[in-house]
C-alpha cells in the first residue's frame, strides 16, 4: 500500500472531479445517488470518502454521514475544512475493518476502496464489511474501474510512453492489476479493474442483492473537451440524457471510465 499512500499524498484527489472527465463523473454520480439512496433522514457511510467531495454534497441533502478514509492527508483535510464540520465522524482507518457496530446504517458507498484491493480476499473483505454495518434493506454503492479504461484511457489522452504503458494496459486488461512499476506522472497507481460481471459476481457473494451494474460516463470518454460540453447548459442536458439512456446496456459496462454497481443487504 506504500505505493497508493504516495499517490495520493501528492494531494491531488481533492479537486480530481473538477476538471477534464471527472466533472461528468461528479454529476453522474450525483445523479444515480440521488436515485439509489434512501431519502433523508438517513445515515450514509462514506468509506473511503477521500477528500470528502460527495459526503459534502450528502451533508447539504440532509443526510447524516460519517467519513472513513485510509489516507492521512485526506482525513487531515477533511478535518479541517468548515464545509464538513456538520459531519457525524471522521476516521482514519480502513474498508475491510470497519469501526462501525452492525447494522449502523442505512447506506454504504464504497467509492474508491475496492479498486485498491488488488486481492479478492480483501475485496469480499471489504464488501462483507459493508454488509454487516447495513441495516436490513439498507443500499450499497460501489466504484469501480473496468478492465479497459486502461486502454481507452490510453489512447485518448495519447500518452506517447508506448514501450512502457502497453504491457501495463495489456495486463490490466488480462488479469485486472494494475502497476505503474516506475511510478511515472500521469499513470495510476496499483489498482484492480474488474470486469462487470466479475464486480457483480463479487457482491453477490458477500450477500447483497438486487445488484444493478451503471456506467457512469459512458462513452462520454471520447469527448475532446468534456468540460467545454459540460458548462453548455444545452449539451450538457443532451450529454446526460444520453449517459442515462445507455447506462444499463450490457453492451456499454466494459468500456466506461467507471462502473457504479448497487447492491441491496
Known sequence: MDEIATYYGLDREHDRLTRGLGVVEF?????LLGRVLPS??????????GTGVYARELL????????????PGHVARVQADPTLAGLASVTLGDARTLPFADARADAVLLMGPLYHLTGLSDRLAALTEARRVLRSGGVLVVTAIPRSAAICGDFTRGLP??????????????WGEYLNPDHRAGYFTTAYFHHPDELEA????????????HALEGPAG????????????ERREGLLAALRLMERDPALLGVTPHLLAVGQG
Open 27 to 31: 454529476a453522474r454520480t450525483l445523479e
Open 40 to 49: 433523508d433522514p438517513a445515515v450514509v457511510l462514506d468509506v473511503g470518502g
Open 60 to 71: 447539504n441533502a440532509g443526510y447524516t454521514v460519517h467519513l472513513l478514509d485510509a489516507m
Open 161 to 174: 510512453a508506448e514501450a512502457y504503458f502497453r504491457p501495463i494496459r495489456e495486463a490490466a486488461y488480462t
Open 202 to 213: 463479487e457482491l453477490a457473494a458477500a450477500g447483497f442483492g438486487d445488484v444493478t451494474l
Open 222 to 233: 471520447l469527448l475532446r473537451d468534456p468540460e467545454e460540453v459540460m458548462r453548455d447548459p
